[in-house]
């Protein structure tokens, strides 16, 4: 199949080749074929402990698609399915799991990597992304146990970091109420502002109070993404994307990692969020009058004040989010960390409250704004794409 030679060996035909996949087959079977092909020789091992993105930014594609026409979503897709086929190859290709997939076993996994903040989270991200992907592959056997034998290797690859869970776990062993309340805006926004203020042993305790409360998840997601807002906005340039990793954690821990079972994730969570250094701002940006506009123009001229401003002019941030996705197709991902569409797809993944939406808009605007890139691959993949394309057969 042209398709997987291409994914093999990708050289100056291979959005050619995707171009005729897309048309023959569909996009969900360019990315199956990705992910089983790809996956076992990817050097995982060579990358610790970090980690390439472009199998992370595949499905981060997938949950932006349907924000996106036809075709930006093919655009983008093609650029993370080049991503993925560039990254480093490991001498040997990996075996896939001899276990077939099933949703028990990730879920297994997943609760393994909740304690283990190595490389800020990565592991339980990697879980949750793995579990995700089978799941819009159709649950397919081969893409399954390729997904299976990569997050198992994730999960239990060295290091491991389990500093900032133990001391929490501490704090709770007298126990938490079995009931839980909605305690609102100005609770989320006070736990919001405290966070910033305290060290990391100081936290820890405020966390453990505040859990003691019994504050509904909406309220705790609520309050973290508040502070990983204000983290965000006091980022310097060079840090924007690692400080964005916050919004991807914290999309996990929302709707994947079992937060009720190990609620010493959200201490994790809360350091991950205070781990990132920020400017101090003279004045407070979220009460100043927004305005409409071009967002996507402010955005792509690299304007990151008018692009915050113009994303807290929406009065619905879903309308913002738009934009947004449509912002990360236009250009090539830096380094293959893909964290524009990681960040923009843990927003659409994961609701927040009015207050809390609003905010991260227009966090991520900014972010994006101070972000951009080259679109080489971008327009190979345009020049590729010429004449129809069907979505799907």
């Given at each position: 199949?042209?398709?997987?030679?291409a994914?093999k060996n990708?050289?100056?035909?291979?959005?050619?080749?995707?171009?005729a996949?897309?048309?023959a087959h569909g996009?969900?079977?360019?990315?199956?074929?990705?992910?089983?092909?790809?996956t076992?020789?990817?050097?995982?091992?060579?990358?610790?402990p970090?980690?390439?993105h472009?199998?992370?930014?595949?499905?981060?594609?997938?949950?932006?698609?349907?924000?996106?026409?036809?075709?930006?979503?093919?655009?983008l897709?093609?650029?993370?399915?080049?991503?993925f086929?560039?990254?480093?190859r490991?001498?040997r290709?990996?075996?896939p799991?001899?276990?077939?997939?099933?949703?028990?076993?990730?879920?297994?996994?997943?609760?393994?990597?909740?304690?283990?903040?190595?490389?800020?989270?990565?592991?339980?991200?990697?879980?949750?992304?793995?579990?995700?992907?089978?799941?819009?592959?159709?649950?397919?056997?081969?893409a399954?146990r390729a997904?299976?034998?990569?997050?198992?290797?994730?999960?239990?690859?060295?290091?491991?970091?389990?500093?900032w869970?133990v001391?929490?776990?501490?704090?709770?062993?007298?126990?938490?109420p079995?009931?839980t309340?909605?305690?609102?805006e100005a609770w989320?926004?006070?736990?919001?502002e405290?966070?910033?203020?305290l060290?990391?042993?100081?936290?820890?305790?405020?966390v453990?109070e505040?859990?003691r409360?019994?504050?509904?998840?909406?309220?705790?997601?609520?309050?973290?993404s508040?502070?990983?807002?204000?983290k965000q906005?006091?980022?310097?340039?060079?840090l924007?994307?690692?400080?964005?990793?916050?919004?991807?954690?914290?999309?996990a821990?929302?709707?994947?990692?079992?937060?009720?079972?190990?609620?010493?994730?959200?201490?994790?969570?809360?350091a991950?969020?205070?781990?990132?250094?920020?400017?101090?701002w003279?004045?407070?940006p979220w009460?100043?009058?927004?305005?409409?506009?071009?967002?996507?123009e402010?955005?792509?001229?690299?304007e990151?004040?008018?692009?915050l401003?113009?994303?807290?002019?929406?009065?619905?941030?879903?309308?913002?989010?738009?934009i947004?996705?449509?912002a990360?197709?236009?250009?090539?991902?830096?380094?293959?960390?893909a964290?524009?569409?990681l960040a923009?797809?843990?927003?659409?993944?994961?609701?927040?409250?009015?207050?809390?939406?609003?905010?991260?808009?227009g966090?991520?605007?900014?972010?994006?704004?101070?972000?951009q890139?080259?679109?080489?691959?971008g327009?190979q993949?345009?020049?590729?794409?010429?004449?129809?394309v069907p979505?799907e057969?």
């Amino acid at each position: 199949m042209p398709w997987v030679e291409a994914l093999k060996n990708p050289d100056g035909d291979f959005f050619a080749a995707y171009s005729a996949a897309l048309k023959a087959h569909g996009p969900m079977a360019c990315v199956e074929a990705a992910v089983i092909h790809l996956t076992p020789r990817v050097d995982w091992a060579g990358y610790l402990p970090g980690m390439p993105h472009g199998l992370l930014g595949l499905d981060a594609a997938l949950e932006l698609r349907p924000l996106l026409s036809e075709r930006r979503f093919h655009r983008l897709l093609g650029l993370q399915l080049h991503a993925f086929a560039m990254e480093g190859r490991a001498k040997r290709r990996a075996k896939p799991s001899s276990e077939a997939a099933t949703e028990a076993a990730f879920q297994e996994l997943l609760a393994q990597a909740a304690p283990d903040m190595a490389n800020i989270g990565h592991k339980a991200v990697a879980a949750a992304t793995a579990s995700r992907l089978w799941q819009r592959l159709g649950q397919g056997e081969d893409a399954g146990r390729a997904l299976l034998a990569w997050a198992r290797f994730v999960v239990m690859a060295e290091p491991v970091d389990r500093f900032w869970n133990v001391r929490m776990a501490r704090r709770l062993e007298s126990g938490l109420p079995s009931q839980t309340r909605v305690l609102g805006e100005a609770w989320q926004q006070a736990f919001a502002e405290s966070m910033d203020e305290l060290g990391l042993v100081a936290l820890l305790d405020q966390v453990a109070e505040r859990l003691r409360e019994g504050p509904s998840t909406e309220d705790l997601l609520a309050a973290l993404s508040l502070a990983a807002c204000d983290k965000q906005l006091a980022a310097t340039r060079d840090l924007e994307g690692k400080t964005a990793w916050n919004f991807v954690y914290l999309a996990a821990l929302a709707c994947e990692l079992p937060a009720r079972e190990q609620p010493e994730v959200w201490g994790q969570a809360a350091a991950l969020v205070n781990f990132f250094p920020a400017e101090a701002w003279l004045n407070d940006p979220w009460s100043e009058i927004s305005t409409t506009g071009d967002l996507l123009e402010a955005i792509l001229d690299g304007e990151p004040d008018r692009a915050l401003e113009r994303a807290l002019g929406y009065e619905d941030p879903a309308e913002a989010l738009k934009i947004l996705a449509e912002a990360t197709c236009l250009n090539d991902p830096g380094f293959n960390h893909a964290m524009q569409i990681l960040a923009v797809a843990s927003a659409v993944r994961c609701p927040l409250p009015p207050q809390a939406a609003r905010r991260r808009v227009g966090a991520l605007a900014k972010f994006l704004a101070n972000t951009q890139g080259q679109d080489y691959f971008g327009r190979q993949v345009e020049r590729a794409l010429e004449g129809e394309v069907p979505s799907e057969l």
